[in-house]
């Protein structure tokens, strides 16, 4: 019992340490990770971006081609054309519900023309002042053609619409990317959302192809490099915009078929229309600068955003320039020029007061220019008249941060913490040991035996070069005052530039020192040896002066002097400082590893792991070289138990 207390008191101390330490690593994790979280949920590109387009009718009545008398049709917010970009469909789309609409949010279209029908929102359902519609829509001839035998992946017929239906009712399409990006290598994925099929490039995935755990995929085999990794949140995706190929989320119980000029609800800008304001605003922002399906219209006619660049270059002295067009709103670096005050127009030249600075980016835009992406501002060239309707069949924005609504969420998303929570990194000790087998080259346990191999090697040379010296010291005086300074020195030279030199030095002589372990032992020596010159120097020195005096009354030589009293009472110095010697050791080990470029070690590892930005795997390595630290120090205090037994019984006593 009295043992089992005596051992509890060694090691209670320890255990509170430890998790006194553990706790902190919680609120240093959170110190450290919530900045990155917050620049994280601050940088637009890693937002979701959302497209909202068109909503057409989500359930068809039976007689949709033909104009019938009914006062009631319900819509659906999602739903996009198949035929729109790559980049386009692997956003979210129809971030806005019908029950959120009304007239002055939004306009019935169709055939790319606002109808002129008065109508209220009543929940998902449109409710029409008159009681005769025309045609709903118009179905294609063909419906889809299947395209394999999965029964989930059709192709549009040759010039059909933009909206499919099963059935009486609409799919929509809506994907997400993934947050990480495709190397080659990974398979492990994770969506901002949680339920869909994967799609990887232009391929729609068979079940059996990945496993889904919640918003975490794994996939059979890895995706080739930088393919876009998507999954899908509708009901479908367009795999080939340009073929019209499309891939559905189930197997459809009857064949799939594509309708145009569908009567659809589409967004209104706000704006006053009066003849003279020119300044519009989309109902969501911020806008992304790059989309190419922005598409806005003044009652029937698309607006362009194309840029006109001038004939003339920009040179800081002209102020004529030639444009294709002779009209649109003219910019310099994004700002826009009034006419009348900042220039003037003859036809397609243009004359400022001021010549542009030398290399602005001067452009005209024909129809409209987005003046504030965001606050989602448009300035279109030409003020519409009054009774004109301006709105959007589609346009994309960054709708919100993908990692979450808060920046604790988005810490708990970050793809690599600078200080992880110790439970993560307990949760990464038993897959990290069990990757390979357990001798196995590439295995922890080979480098750890490696390095420890290493520093003994080191520890060894270090403490016969410091006891040479420290015995060189304290016989031969003059010696000590020679060389003591020159050992001072050498510890003034940092081991990271000596390193390289050695590493060529003995490379130069035919070492391979990317196996070898002379590098290893000789900088590990290096840096032991200088605690272990002192320590023993003051342990030899240590000697009771009446000790000395009564050898000399025996006539003792000077080697019984050395061997009975100085070298006894250098005993506790020297296993102190070759304690020292073995942590310092380490440390040498580990950093020749890592300059010499050697496979073996720790030293190697942990830079791998520090380079593939394994944080987690980096803490456990640098755990384990902490606990290999520990063990080497305590197998010199068991060796200093078994050569020196005299000193327990002394400090029993």
């Not at 209104?268 to 806008?287: E, K």
């Not at 390289?500 to 590098?519: D, E, F, K």
């Not at 070289?625 to 063990?631: D, H, T």
């Amino acid at each position: 019992m009295a043992g089992a207390g005596t051992w509890l008191k060694r090691v209670l101390p320890v255990l509170v340490v430890v998790a006194v330490l553990a706790g902190l690593m919680y609120p240093l994790a959170l110190l450290f990770g919530l900045p990155l979280a917050r620049q994280r949920m601050e940088n637009l590109a890693n937002w979701v971006r959302v497209t909202s387009t068109l909503i057409p009718l989500d359930r068809l009545p039976g007689d949709a081609d033909e104009a019938v008398e009914r006062r009631r049709l319900r819509f659906f917010p999602n739903v996009v054309d198949p035929a729109a970009s790559s980049e386009n469909s692997g956003t979210e789309v129809g971030h806005i519900g019908p029950a959120s609409l009304g007239p002055r949010e939004a306009v019935l279209v169709q055939d790319g023309q606002p109808l002129g029908l008065s109508f209220r929102v009543d929940g998902g359902e449109v409710v029409f002042d008159t009681a005769t519609l025309p045609p709903l829509l118009r179905w294609d001839p063909e419906p889809l053609a299947a395209v394999d035998d999965s029964g989930r992946v059709f192709q549009l017929p040759e010039g059909a619409g933009g909206v499919i239906y099963v059935g009486t009712g609409v799919l929509r399409s809506s994907a997400v990317t993934s947050l990480e990006r495709a190397d080659g290598v990974r398979t492990e994925f994770s969506f901002p959302a949680e339920h869909g099929p994967v799609v990887v490039g232009n391929r729609l995935l068979a079940d059996d192809e990945f496993s889904a755990d919640g918003a975490e995929v794994t996939l059979l085999a890895p995706p080739a490099f930088n393919v876009n990794v998507q999954r899908v949140t509708g009901d479908y995706i367009a795999l080939d915009a340009a073929a019209g190929i499309v891939g559905l989320v189930q197997v459809p119980e009857q064949a799939p078929r594509s309708a145009s000029g569908v009567i659809s609800l589409a967004e209104r800008l706000t704006g006053a229309i009066d003849g003279t304001n020119r300044r519009f605003t989309l109902q969501h922002a911020p806008l992304i600068e790059t989309d190419a399906g922005r598409r806005l219209f003044v009652d029937g006619v698309e607006l362009s955003s194309a840029a006109e660049r001038p004939s003339e270059r920009v040179d800081g002295e002209r102020s004529r320039f030639t444009f294709p067009g002779s009209v649109g709103i003219v910019t310099v670096d994004g700002v826009e020029q009034v006419e009348g005050a900042d220039f003037s127009r003859e036809g397609n030249v243009i004359a400022f007061r001021a010549p542009p600075v030398r290399n602005a980016a001067l452009r005209q835009y024909r129809d409209y220019v987005v003046s504030d992406l965001t606050s989602g501002a448009v300035t279109l060239a030409v003020a519409p008249v009054p009774g004109s309707v301006v709105w959007t069949s589609a346009y994309s924005y960054y709708d919100r941060p993908a990692c979450g609504d808060t920046a604790y969420e988005c810490f708990l998303t970050l793809p690599q913490h600078p200080v992880p929570y110790p439970h993560w990194i307990a949760a990464r000790i038993g897959p990290f040991f069990t990757a390979y087998p357990l001798l196995d080259p590439r295995g922890v346990v080979r480098a750890i035996l490696y390095t420890a191999g290493g520093t003994l090697t080191a520890l060894a040379l270090g403490a016969l070069a410091g006891v040479l010296l420290a015995v060189i010291f304290v016989w031969v005086r003059p010696f000590e005052r020679a060389l003591l300074p020159w050992v001072i020195a050498s510890q003034t030279i940092p081991v990271i530039a000596l390193v390289p030199v050695l590493v060529m030095l003995l490379g130069n002589a035919g070492v391979t020192v990317q196996t070898s372990l002379l590098p290893t032992a000789i900088i590990g020596a290096y840096i032991a040896f200088f605690p272990i010159t002192v320590g023993t120097v003051t342990g030899l020195r240590s000697v009771d002066p009446l000790a000395l005096d009564l050898m000399k009354g025996y006539a003792a030589t000077p080697w019984e002097v050395f061997a009975k009293v100085r070298f006894p009472a250098a005993v506790p110095f020297f296993f102190t400082s070759l304690k020292l010697g073995a942590a310092a050791a380490l440390v040498g080990a580990l950093v020749a590893e890592v300059e010499s470029n050697n496979r073996r070690g720790l030293g190697y590892a942990i830079i791998g792991q520090v380079q593939a930005g394994d944080v987690a795997d980096v803490w456990i390595l640098l755990l384990i070289s902490a606990l290999l630290g520990i063990g080497l120090v305590g197998l010199v205090g068991l060796a200093q138990r078994l050569l020196a037994p005299w000193q327990r019984r002394e400090a029993g006593a």
